[in-house]
């Protein structure tokens, strides 16, 4: 068997799966063009779309109209939150640095700048964010709205580092909101776009920062038996397990100061795996199992050192769905282990690996580790030219077997009475939120069952 290294695993084992792509038009925004997320599983057709160029107007815009409306970010959530047949609000002009602090290491930043153009303009000023996701084609207001998070147990999801935040509500009043009105900032910072429409938002950053990245495979098992330690002695790690496989993808990411560059050990040719998933097609279980144990053992290591923000994400051309959940870090081995098995015993057609990875506990109230205590989270995926529901709908009751907590920019079936359960402030949210739109001009189905019922 070649080597070959755990980008290049995931890459052409996603490939093998894909029957087509969808096309994402991330530039038109005519009238009553038809809108899409990005994996193409949740589409509506708007009445039109506000594609906004300063704050006066949209909040001139939200007093002279009425209707539903719904605010946009780049469409990265997999879940309903923003399909509506009334108007879309777009912020992609209120982009950019707009005030920075080298004192206090803050920047306010244009809600609608999205996190990958926000990198080398922080670098300049001598910031870095703490943290990002796998993906920064987000907004920042799409991202922090739905308590997106990256990996480390140190690291808290991406609204925890936000100071203050300007909001347009839906009346069209202009709100800046910080933590001298702690009920409202708690709610605000991760607000799934149901309490006013974000237009600026000034994050906690840090110096900018160079970090060296590992990849490599390993035994699951032995990585699930010893990830409190690996994932306390980590900046950032993180683990995707392969699914009909003993094998995971491993990835370890810490601050370094040498030279920016990669390395491959050892030096090898690279093999695609498209020729493994066609053999795969018919094999069973069990043969997929051996065959996929003999590509995991053979991946090669990969280490590269660069600029913070241009290693903490990656690029995900293939189109998928994606179910996460959080538990709590003692739940989550135990939990991987038992999605594993069931996609074995039962022969679940899916080549995407899971990922597992530790955030730390915080207090945005809808944040998905809300508390003082780290979570793991654990996401499934299925190639978006696939039905995910029935592979989903077996996973998910294992994610509320250890009381999981759902994403909210990702698909899960619970309505407001089971989160309510989940989220101890969770309840507080639903009377912000009613005090804040009465009359549910934000709110679309999805979103009613969320928080109304
Ligand atoms: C390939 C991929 C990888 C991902 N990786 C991660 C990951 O590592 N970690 C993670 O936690 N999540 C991850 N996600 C999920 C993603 O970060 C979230 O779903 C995020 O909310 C998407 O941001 P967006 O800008 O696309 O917003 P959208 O999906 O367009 O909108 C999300 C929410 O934000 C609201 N919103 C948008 N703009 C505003 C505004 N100006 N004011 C108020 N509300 C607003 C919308 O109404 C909606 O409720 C991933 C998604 C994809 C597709």
């Not at 719904?70 to 777009?90: K, M, N, Y």
């Not at 999205?114 to 910031?127: A, H, N, V």
């Not at 999801?157 to 203050?164: A, K, P, V, W």
């Not at 392969?242 to 560059?261: H, K, N």
Request: aromatic share 8%; with cysteine.
């Amino acid at each position: 068997m070649k080597e070959l290294t755990r980008r290049k695993f995931l890459a052409s084992s996603v490939r093998a799966t894909m029957f087509g792509a969808y096309a994402l038009n991330e530039t038109a925004f005519a009238q009553t063009t038809r809108w899409s997320n990005w994996s193409g599983g949740q589409t509506c057709q708007p009445r039109g779309r506000y594609d906004i160029s300063s704050e006066d107007e949209l909040a001139r815009l939200l007093k002279t109209t009425s209707g539903p409306i719904r605010p946009i970010g780049s469409g990265h959530s997999f879940s309903p939150l923003v399909p509506t047949d009334g108007h879309l609000v777009v912020i992609d002009q209120l982009s950019g640095i707009l005030d920075h602090d080298n004192d206090t290491l803050q920047a306010t930043i244009g809600a609608g700048s999205r996190l990958g153009d926000l990198g080398e303009p922080l670098e300049s000023i001598g910031q870095g964010m703490f943290n990002l996701p796998d993906i920064d084609r987000q907004t920042l207001a799409g991202a922090t709205a739905t308590g997106t998070h990256g990996t480390g147990l140190g690291l808290q999801c991406l609204s925890s580092y936000i100071t203050s935040l300007r909001l347009i509500t839906v009346a069209g009043d202009v709100m800046d909101i910080d933590a001298s009105d702690a009920d409202l900032f708690d709610a605000v910072r991760v607000n799934v776009g149901a309490l006013g429409v974000v237009t600026q938002i000034r994050l906690q950053n840090r110096k900018s920062y160079k970090l060296k990245k590992r990849e490599w495979a390993a035994p699951t098992e032995d990585i699930l038996a010893n990830f409190d330690e690996l994932a306390a002695s980590h900046r950032h790690f993180e683990i995707f397990p392969l699914v009909y496989s003993d094998y995971s993808l491993v990835l370890a990411i810490d601050e370094s100061d040498e030279p920016i560059g990669q390395t491959i050990f050892p030096p090898g040719e690279e093999v695609s795996l498209a020729a493994v998933r066609e053999l795969n097609a018919d094999a069973t279980p069990l043969e997929r199992l051996t065959r996929n144990n003999a590509v995991g053992a053979n991946i090669q290591t990969t280490e590269a050192v660069d600029v913070s923000y241009k290693l903490l994400s990656n690029l995900r051309n293939n189109r998928f769905n994606e179910m996460e959940y959080s538990v709590p870090i003692t739940a989550g081995a135990e939990c991987v282990r038992e999605i594993l098995k069931t996609i074995y015993d039962q022969a679940i057609e899916v080549g995407f690996p899971l990922e597992y990875r530790y955030v730390s506990g915080d207090d945005p109230w809808l944040s998905m580790a809300y508390g003082t205590e780290p979570h793991a989270t654990i996401s499934i995926h299925r190639t978006a030219s696939q039905d995910y529901k029935p592979y989903f709908d077996i996973i998910e009751p294992i994610f509320w077997k250890y009381g999981g907590r759902p994403h909210w920019g990702k698909l899960h079936s619970l309505g407001n009475k089971e989160l309510a359960q989940l989220y101890p402030r969770f309840r507080d949210f639903m009377e912000i939120r009613e005090s804040m739109d009465p009359r549910g001009r934000m709110v679309n189905q999805h979103l009613r069952r969320l928080f109304i019922g």
